[in-house]
Nanobody, 122 residues
């Protein structure tokens, strides 16, 4: 079992930045790939970014490419999502998820956090 806790969400003006953190406990976190997903009201949960266990492979949704950066610090059991040039359409609950390998579908991931709210005002 892996427990994931997201933090760092909040309210920010359009064009601003936030850094989300996903802290893990339980199983050895460095063994897991981690993805970030988001879900806005009335919408499906969608892929945002993912990173392999080593950090050597990253993937981004087209909607965030060039603005968001995913990284990890395995020594701290933490994965980060740096979000720059935020837009109102980025408003959503952001979730981190972990599994043995990188994937882009929510169904791929076995372990999930409870989410952190990101609100971007215009």
């Amino acid at each position: 079992q892996v427990q994931l806790v997201e933090s760092g969400g909040g309210l920010v003006q359009a064009g601003g930045s936030l850094r989300l953190s996903c802290a893990a406990s339980g199983r050895t976190f460095s063994d897991y790939a981690v993805g970030w997903f988001r879900q806005a009201p009335g919408k499906e949960r969608e892929f945002v970014a993912a990173i392999s266990w080593s950090g050597g492979t990253t993937r981004y949704a087209d909607s965030v490419k060039g603005r968001f950066t995913i990284s990890r610090d395995n020594a701290k059991n933490t994965v980060y999502l740096q979000m720059n040039r935020l837009k109102p359409e980025d408003t959503a609950v952001y979730y981190c998820a972990a599994d043995r390998a990188l994937g882009v579908l929510p169904s791929w991931y076995h372990y999930w956090g409870q989410g952190t709210q990101v609100t971007v005002s215009s």
